[in-house]
């Protein structure tokens, strides 16, 4: 079915690109740091009382005064020996860092994002098949208004009302504290996660239940739609029959374009609820100034979105019949 | 062509047409929207003062959204805070769109710029918006500077496509064509025939993506990248409230959370009202 | 004898969204009444365009939202409703759509004639009755895997004319069933209907196709702006025309290549342009004074119908 010499060429081209766009990337995070006032060498020392010259020396030795072309070299050339540097706030290697966070983060993206994706497909399914009626007007207002609400906010409010007032779930880290990792329990493990997984999720449904629907109700009044129903064909067979399968497609597709607005949720809802991934992680490096870190993450997050979108490309150009026999016939 | 002698003017059943119920709804959010700038702009922080004697206490007659840690009544805050979230929402959406509207254009020149402007969308689009507006934050120093220079920067991406694809459709036109043999220089013919065509996008882009910015502004200052703490934004007033939760001061978080939310979606319904105005066909759906 | 399907005064209309959300109605069809017996092929000569399709969505009852249905539509002497329409549409009743547009790209042939089916008992018995009628058709075993966008032009017009015949209807509406075909494949297509009539179907085919028409229809329902102005015999196409009826019917009949080419002034008037009195009026070589302000009704001459001010009615 899949032309595999095509695909190879196709996979090279999206690496080729990847490794182009990563350069932009990383060119435009290093102006953008040079930009600021900061000062790594100051967080570095935070308040630690040190000396003039030691203070000039370390500036010496971080080639904090050289010209940004410097900088930028000898950190790319580092990177390509795989070294990301040294993490100013949490002092081990920016790949450590980014390797434990990324895998909490991970696992909490992923699940809600699977989540959302099967709970928004479902809601919007229902809502353009019972159009107009009771059930399609409060999955509408339900998905508009979540829409309209930060997500930050949803996410207080999940906590205050669930762990604060209920009580069901601790109020923050992803292990209970003092615990040594051996002791962790896949429970105490999982009750952490579920609280900020299934908010991301609420928030996550809505993009994906309004588009199912529309697609839909599209899909209700096309042609063939309408040849079936004269065929006597009704009801949720109908739907089941010539409706879902062809709207299956894009919605996926969309899902994974939506990697950017994951990542981005993620970092607020980790906030929140102090979840130990690396959205967070990426908030600290923001607020403390620890370059390294920050600009490791920046380089993971824009591979992270690309992977989404490759996927959502690859679904496009070689799983869909539709576009696939377009191509065969012209 | 005219439709007052060919057919007939059919109200349906529902005593108002879907035209009436748009204007009223446009003109309904409006209203609210300018009520709101305008008492917080009235509210001097001054206005704001602190009572010990009325510290955390929930809402109340004589303080609808309660109190905070200080005594401050967290209506008023909340008030001057979405001015304040509505202001600098306003002036990342005009950024933004003149943003849009100029890389829209210079793509339009020519096959080679199109491409450049292309790609910068695609490496705009590649950084998840909230990274990209700390990044920018940091490097404007932070502040309100910071976070609208950092929203603007992040939001032009959409309606830059939008707007490249109408100027595509326009300029493949055979009118255009036409005016090109006559020898009209590009610029006359960007003014002339592309820009009040695509005044209608501009008008509905920019109204849509204030949402959008109003809610990263608040996103990126709840973080605490954004407005310094002494001015109350919304997200100050939430990043601060989040200390307050685990003694079960809920309304600090609730009601500015709340007022949020119905700002955003006051502008997303005016911005969708608009949109079936000036564009009819949208309406069907 | 009852008609098997008989269309009374239907008229179909849209609401549509104008300029700043104006909102005005839009009557694309304004008068429309015919009738097929069982064993007769009627069919409904109108322009592209003209709105005539819509007559076979109001049939099954799949019209769009904003479409507003007056009139009634009988089925053996009983009105349909819009549940009688779900009842017994690809039962009693069958649709030839007009392109293979109409068919779920997505989907295999085999499994998209069979439709519906409860459970696998089910599935097969319907499968073998496929198998049966798709042969007889020409359309070997490959066709049940394939998807339609595999299909020839002449392929899908036996796969829509089959699978109309799976459920053995009483009653076959054919939209359009010939444009973009070739000569040889527009022949066999009549064939088909032939064959039906002589199993005691009813055939409703909704067509441009002058030729076509004349060809297999037994009646000609003509449609003019909106309205049926005449329901003539088929015989009655001879000669010169003296028997028609309806001037617009004389003048089309005398546009036809054979009958000399001759062309008459003007054009049918547009959706929307709403006339007073006669909608032929503008074009008529000799009309009536009262052509101008009133609108003719469509008078029932027994097998033949005519909307013109000049026949009175028979009996």
């Excluded at chain 1, 100034?289 to 989404?308: K, Q, T, W």
């Excluded at chain 2, 992040?154 to 090109?180: F, N």
């Excluded at chain 3, 649709?95 to 998209?112: A, C, E, G, T």
Aim: hydrophobic residues 45%; charged residues 20%.
């Amino acid at each position: 079915m899949i032309n595999y010499a095509k695909f190879a060429k196709f996979l090279g081209k999206k690496a080729l690109r990847l490794i182009i766009l990563l350069i932009f990337v990383i060119l435009i995070s290093f102006i953008l740091i040079d930009m600021s006032p900061i000062n790594p060498v100051k967080t570095y020392i935070s308040n630690v009382v040190v000396s003039q010259e030691q203070v000039a020396s370390l500036e010496a030795y971080w080639g904090v005064n050289e010209p940004i072309t410097t900088k930028m070299a000898n950190w790319l050339g580092n990177i390509l020996q795989g070294n990301l540097g040294t993490s100013l706030i949490y002092r081990v290697p920016v790949i450590d860092v980014i390797k434990e966070r990324f895998t909490a983060s991970l696992a909490l993206m992923l699940s809600s994002w699977a989540f959302s994706g099967i709970l928004g497909f479902l809601l919007g399914t229902i809502a353009g098949f019972k159009k107009d009626t009771i059930v399609d007007k409060i999955i509408k207002v339900y998905c508009y208004a979540l829409q309209s609400a930060p997500t930050f906010w949803i996410a207080l409010i999940m906590l205050m009302v669930f762990s604060v007032y209920l009580g069901w779930f601790p109020t923050g880290l992803g292990v209970p504290i003092g615990t040594l990792s051996e002791n962790v329990s896949f429970w105490d493990w999982l009750n952490r996660l579920i609280l900020p997984m299934v908010t991301l999720s609420i928030i996550g449904v809505a993009q994906i239940a309004l588009f199912t629907r529309d697609k839909l109700i599209e899909e209700m009044n096309s042609d063939y739609f309408l040849f079936a129903k004269s065929r006597g064909e009704s009801g949720w067979n109908l739907i089941k029959r010539h409706g879902i399968r062809n709207i299956l497609l894009p919605a996926i597709t969309l899902q994974f374009l939506g990697f950017s607005e994951l990542f981005g949720g993620a970092v607020l809802v980790e906030q929140i609820f102090t979840y130990p991934g690396i959205g967070q992680a990426a908030v600290s490096a923001g607020l403390r100034n620890d370059v390294p870190l920050l600009l490791g993450i920046v380089i993971f997050s824009a591979i992270f979105v690309y992977c989404g979108n490759l996927i959502a490309d690859i679904i496009y150009n070689f799983v869909d019949p539709r576009i696939k026999e377009s191509e065969e016939d012209g | 062509m005219d439709n007052t002698q060919k057919g007939s003017l059919y109200n349906p059943l529902a005593k108002l047409n879907l035209r009436t119920k748009t204007l009223i709804t446009i003109a309904a959010t409006s209203l609210i929207l300018i009520v709101v700038v305008i008492s917080s702009l009235l509210i001097n922080s001054n206005d704001i003062t602190t009572n010990f004697q009325a510290m955390n206490q929930a809402p109340s007659f004589g303080h609808i959204f309660g109190t905070d840690w200080m005594g401050r009544d967290m209506f008023t805050r909340t008030l001057k805070g979405l001015g304040l979230s509505v202001q600098i929402g306003a002036g990342a959406s005009i950024l933004s769109s003149l943003i849009a509207i100029s890389m829209a254009l210079v793509g339009s020149i020519n096959k080679y710029l199109d491409g450049v402007i292309a790609w910068l969308v695609d490496l705009f689009l590649s950084i998840p918006h909230i990274l990209l507006i700390i990044l920018i934050s940091i490097a404007l120093g932070g502040g309100a500077f910071g976070v609208t220079m950092g929203v603007a920067l992040t939001h032009w991406t959409s309606l830059t496509r939008v707007l490249r694809a109408e100027i595509k459709q326009i300029k493949t036109s055979d009118y255009v064509r036409l005016s090109e043999r006559f020898g009209k220089s590009k610029l006359w013919i960007a003014r002339k025939h592309i820009l009040p065509l695509i005044v209608t996008q501009i008008i509905v882009g920019t109204i849509l993506i204030f949402p959008h910015a109003i809610m990263h502004e608040a996103s990126v200052t709840f973080l605490g990248f954004g407005l310094s703490p002494h001015e109350p934004a919304i997200g100050i007033i939430l990043s601060e409230s989040m200390k307050y939760l685990a003694t079960g001061d809920w309304w600090l978080a609730l009601f500015p959370g709340l007022a949020l939310l119905i700002i955003v979606l006051l502008f997303d319904l005016a911005g969708e009202n608009i949109k079936k105005l000036l564009d009819p066909t949208s309406a069907n759906k | 004898m009852e008609k098997l399907l008989d269309v009374e005064n239907v008229s179909i209309s849209f609401i549509q969204y104008t300029q700043g959300l104006n909102q005005r109605d839009l009557k694309v069809i304004t008068d429309l009444t015919l009738d097929v017996s069982e064993g007769e092929i009627l069919a409904v000569l109108g322009s592209s365009g003209s709105g005539k399709s819509l007559l076979a969505h109001a049939i099954f009852g799949i019209l769009p939202e904003n479409a507003n249905l007056k009139g009634d539509i009988k089925y053996n002497g009983k009105t349909l409703s819009q549940k009688d329409k779900e009842e017994i549409r690809g039962d009693e009743i069958a649709l030839i759509p007009q392109s293979v547009n109409f068919l779920d790209p997505l989907m295999k042939i085999s499994d998209q004639a069979i439709g519906y089916t409860e459970n696998d008992k089910e599935k097969a018995q319907k499968k073998t009755k496929q198998r049966e009628i798709f042969e007889k058709y020409n359309l070997g075993p490959e066709v049940d895997e394939m998807y339609p966008f595999q299909l020839s032009g002449g392929m899908a017009r036996r796969v829509l004319v089959s699978t109309a015949l799976l459920s053995n209807p009483k009653l076959v509406v054919a939209d359009e069933p010939t444009p973009g075909l070739d000569e040889k494949t527009v022949k066999e297509t009549l064939n088909h209907f032939k064959k039906m009539k002589e199993d005691g179907v009813g055939v409703l085919l909704i067509t441009h196709d002058i030729h076509a028409a004349l060809e297999i229809a037994d009646r000609i329902g003509i449609f003019y702006s909106g309205y049926v102005i005449e329901i003539a015999e088929n015989k009655d196409f001879s000669g010169d025309g003296e028997n028609l009826l309806h001037p617009y019917t004389k003048a089309l009949y005398k546009a036809l290549p054979a009958n000399g080419f001759e062309l008459t002034k003007g054009h049918q008037p547009l959706h929307g342009e709403i006339q007073t009195g006669c909608p032929y009026y503008d074009r008529c070589d000799s009309p009536l004074e009262i052509c101008n302000s009133q609108r003719p009704q469509l008078i029932d001459l027994g097998n033949k119908k005519v909307r013109c001010f000049k026949y009175k009615e028979s009996e």
